[in-house]
């Protein structure tokens, strides 16, 4: 089971940090990522997080979000900085169970927390 919670509505230019609570399975051993979905659009990958660390993002957060986790407390944190209205989505978190890299299609992970919904306004 995954429970993302932090969401709300921040004014651009904030921080927000998202959390997903995992339980249920061996945490430690998968690779856990955030996707987010706007609007009429795609879900689309935000960051992912390999077992052991390595990390991932997509080319519009780079340098804006940080993606980590704490694998004793089997959670998965976004902070997200200078945060911009393009970033308003449904953020999810995701779960792989096998550590094989990390995908950036959506379709690929079985595994989704309820999401929890980030408004930034102007």
């Known amino acids: 089971q995954l429970q993302a919670s932090g969401g709300g509505l921040v004014q651009a230019g904030g921080s927000m940090r998202l959390s997903c609570a995992a339980s249920?399975?061996?945490?430690?051993?998968?690779?856990m990522a955030w996707f987010r979905q706007a609007p009429e659009k795609e879900r689309e990958f935000v960051a992912g997080?390999?077992?052991?660390?390595?990390?991932a993002y997509a080319d519009s957060v780079k340098d804006q979000f940080t993606i980590s986790r704490d694998n004793a407390k089997n959670t998965v944190e976004l902070q997200m900085n200078s945060l911009k209205p393009e970033d308003t989505a449904v953020y999810y978190c995701?779960?792989?169970?096998?550590?094989?890299?990390?995908?950036?299609?959506?379709?690929?992970?079985?595994?989704w927390g309820q999401g929890t919904q980030v408004t930034v306004s102007s």
């Open positions: 997080i390999r077992r052991h660390g390595n990390t």
């Open positions: 995701a779960r792989d169970p096998v550590d094989r890299g990390i995908y950036r299609e959506h379709t690929h992970y079985g595994y």
């Open positions: 249920g399975f061996t945490f430690s051993m998968s690779v």
